[in-house]
Nanobody, 118 residues
Framework: QVQLVESGGGQVQVGGSLRLSCVYS????????MAWHRQASGKERELVAA????????RYADSVKGRFTISRNYARNTLFLQMNNLKVEDTAVYYC???WGSGDYGAWGQGTQVTVSS
């Protein structure tokens, strides 16, 4: 059974930075595609950033390009999201997700709250 545990959320001022982590198990998740999604209050969940398992190719939502960086440490079974130059509109619960192949993301973490204040 895939388990994902996020950490690193918190409250920060506009322009600040946070680094989210997602520790996953079992080790075979290293062969899964992974992503960060977020859901702001009253809005639908959206994909923020994704990373492929093989060549670590990445893609980002237009709203975070140039500010967020997704990465993974295969030895530590950990997914990261470095968030810089945070904006009020980045406020949301951030979720780590994993999928096998090109299907839907079927494994989700519990989420971590990010709050950006002006």
């Amino acid at each position: 059974q895939v388990q994902l545990v996020e950490s690193g959320g918190g409250q920060v001022q506009v322009g600040g930075s946070l680094r989210l982590s997602c520790v996953y198990s079992p080790r075979k998740v290293n062969t899964y595609g992974m992503a960060w999604h977020r859901q702001a209050s009253g809005k639908e969940r959206e994909l923020v950033a994704a990373i492929a398992p093989s060549d670590a190719a990445t893609r980002y939502a237009d709203s975070v390009k140039g500010r967020f960086t997704i990465s993974r440490n295969y030895a530590r079974n950990t997914l990261f999201l470095q968030m810089n130059n945070l904006k009020v509109e980045d406020t949301a619960v951030y979720y780590c997700a994993a999928r096998w192949g090109s299907g839907d993301y079927g494994a989700w973490g519990q989420g971590t709250q990010v709050t950006v204040s002006s």
